[in-house]
């Protein structure tokens, strides 16, 4: 069983938890996933590792609530413990050989972001970190990519911090202001991953998105997280989640993505109704 050591609130919809799960963490890399079941008859969620300690036996991980097995999750406490939490899943994010990088994420996305930006700043790579979010309210981990980015732009769409606009503005600025970079590494909603990938193409930029796809097992087997990538077929756990962003069909992507919209919503009312039964 995997014990919760610290959770932390970050806004009003997205909490850290920090677990206790020292065989993860000691092979852990950034870019990595791991799945978690809430209870034993839970589903089984990926969630992208956003931080780990070797020494501590530590993982992190940021949930934003948005479906049944988010709400149940948040509502765990420090001492209480996961049926399971399986990884680390997929390839790591490579990273040798930048001497120059743009990270650019938005939203949750900056929870998988930061451990790239983190680890760049480490290895010595110059790192300019654009995150994006729609307003000032939902902003998170502000102060860990200050310190992890030679230069960090905050943008918001509705202008409430930081700079008004998307992150493909606060990107498009820093390269006209003549900063090459020998890569952007780009995590966030598959919308903004298309724009920002539209953008950096017309540059000639190389470009990493990481495709967080629905997923069951993990392993390739369901072929849930299956896109297609330079017109072939890829499975974003096994193959992924890291891929050439100028070669991803995010149309499809994000069709796919909306398939179990729908029922979500439904689990997402049943697990709301439940929880105020409880509370009565």
Same mark, same amino acid.
């Given at each position: 069983?995997?014990?919760?050591?610290?959770?932390?609130?970050?806004?009003?919809?997205?909490?850290?938890?920090?677990?206790?799960?020292?065989?993860?963490?000691?092979?852990? $890399?950034?870019? $990595?996933?791991?799945?978690?079941?809430?209870?034993?008859? /839970?589903?089984?969620?990926?969630?992208?590792?956003?931080?780990?300690?070797?020494? &501590?036996?530590?993982?992190?991980?940021?949930? $934003? =609530?948005?479906?049944?097995?988010?709400?149940?999750?948040?509502?765990?406490?420090?001492?209480?413990? *996961? !049926?399971?939490?399986?990884?680390? #899943?997929?390839?790591?994010?490579? *990273?040798?050989?930048?001497? %120059?990088?743009?990270?650019? /994420?938005?939203?949750?996305?900056?929870? =998988?972001?930061?451990?790239?930006? $983190?680890?760049?700043?480490?290895?010595?790579?110059?790192?300019?970190?654009?995150?994006?979010?729609?307003? %000032?309210?939902? =902003?998170?981990?502000? %102060?860990?990519? !200050?310190?992890?980015?030679?230069? *960090?732009?905050?943008?918001?769409?509705?202008?409430?911090? /930081?700079?008004?606009? #998307?992150?493909? &503005?606060?990107?498009?600025?820093?390269?006209?202001?003549?900063?090459?970079?020998?890569?952007?590494? +780009?995590?966030?909603?598959?919308?903004? @991953?298309?724009?920002?990938?539209? *953008?950096?193409?017309?540059?000639?930029? %190389?470009?990493?998105?990481?495709?967080?796809?629905?997923?069951?097992?993990?392993?390739? @087997?369901?072929?849930?997280?299956?896109?297609?990538?330079?017109?072939?077929?890829?499975?974003? +756990?096994?193959?992924?989640?890291?891929?050439?962003?100028?070669?991803?069909?995010?149309?499809? &992507? =994000?069709?796919?993505?909306?398939?179990?919209?729908?029922?979500?919503?439904?689990?997402?009312?049943?697990?709301?109704?439940?929880?105020?039964?409880?509370?009565?």
């Amino acid at each position: 069983m995997y014990e919760i050591l610290k959770r932390e609130e970050l806004n009003s919809s997205s909490t850290r938890f920090r677990f206790y799960a020292p065989y993860v963490a000691g092979k852990a $890399q950034p870019g $990595q996933f791991v799945i978690l079941r809430v209870d034993e008859n /839970g589903e089984r969620v990926p969630f992208t590792i956003a931080g780990y300690d070797r020494e &501590a036996g530590t993982v992190d991980v940021i949930v $934003q =609530i948005v479906g049944a097995t988010t709400m149940k999750l948040n509502r765990l406490r420090e001492g209480d413990r *996961l !049926a399971s939490l399986t990884g680390p #899943l997929g390839n790591p994010t490579r *990273l040798d050989g930048l001497s %120059k990088a743009a990270v650019v /994420g938005g939203g949750l996305g900056c929870a =998988i972001a930061l451990p790239i930006a $983190q680890e760049l700043h480490r290895r010595g790579c110059c790192v300019h970190s654009v995150v994006g979010f729609r307003t %000032k309210d939902l =902003i998170i981990l502000e %102060k860990e990519f !200050a310190e992890a980015s030679d230069l *960090l732009t905050v943008m918001t769409d509705d202008g409430s911090s /930081g700079r008004g606009g #998307l992150v493909t &503005a606060g990107l498009e600025e820093l390269i006209l202001a003549g900063n090459t970079y020998d890569e952007v590494i +780009c995590i966030g909603p598959p919308l903004m @991953m298309k724009f920002v990938c539209l *953008l950096t193409k017309k540059y000639g930029i %190389k470009t990493t998105v990481s495709m967080n796809s629905i997923m069951v097992d993990g392993t390739g @087997m369901c072929g849930c997280c299956r896109l297609t990538v330079g017109g072939e077929t890829k499975f974003a +756990c096994v193959d992924g989640p890291d891929f050439d962003g100028h070669l991803v069909d995010f149309d499809e &992507a =994000i069709s796919r993505g909306n398939i179990y919209g729908e029922f979500e919503r439904h689990a997402y009312d049943e697990a709301c109704n439940l929880l105020k039964k409880e509370v009565e």
